[in-house]
């Protein structure tokens, strides 16, 4: 088992700037691809960005330049650097955990409880 927990979400004005943090307990963090999905509500929940082990890194094209995703392996913790906030960011994120890069874009294994990212205009 994997527990994942979010941290960092909070209101903001467009412009703005987040860090969102996950801390993860349970198996060997490093062995798991990581990534960041978002629900906006009445929405399916999105793809966000994903980390594998060795650290390369995928993004949804609409967050690409603007966040940022990283991990620290000896911290358990997986972050997203969110800036340049839109309105249209607004949604719950979600951390997740997952095997492998594509399992972790797919079908992950593990979720966290989400943290609330609000962008007014």
């Known amino acids: 088992q994997v527990q994942l927990v979010e941290s960092g979400g909070g209101s903001v004005q467009a412009g703005g700037s987040l860090r969102l943090s996950c801390a993860a307990s349970?198996?060997?963090?490093?062995?798991?691809?990581m990534a960041w999905f978002r629900q906006a509500p009445g929405k399916e929940r999105d793809f966000v960005a994903a980390i594998t082990w060795s650290g390369n890194k995928y993004y949804l094209d609409s967050v690409t330049g603007r966040f940022t995703i990283s991990r620290d392996n000896a911290q358990n913790t997986v972050y997203l650097q969110l800036n340049n906030l839109k309105p249209e960011d607004t949604a719950v994120y979600y951390c997740?955990?997952?095997?492998?890069?594509?399992?972790?874009?797919?079908?992950?294994?593990?979720w966290g409880q989400g943290t609330q990212v609000t962008v007014s205009s």
């Open positions: 349970g198996r060997t963090f490093s062995n798991y691809a």
């Open positions: 997740a955990a997952g095997t492998s890069l594509v399992v972790v874009r797919r079908t992950p294994g593990y």
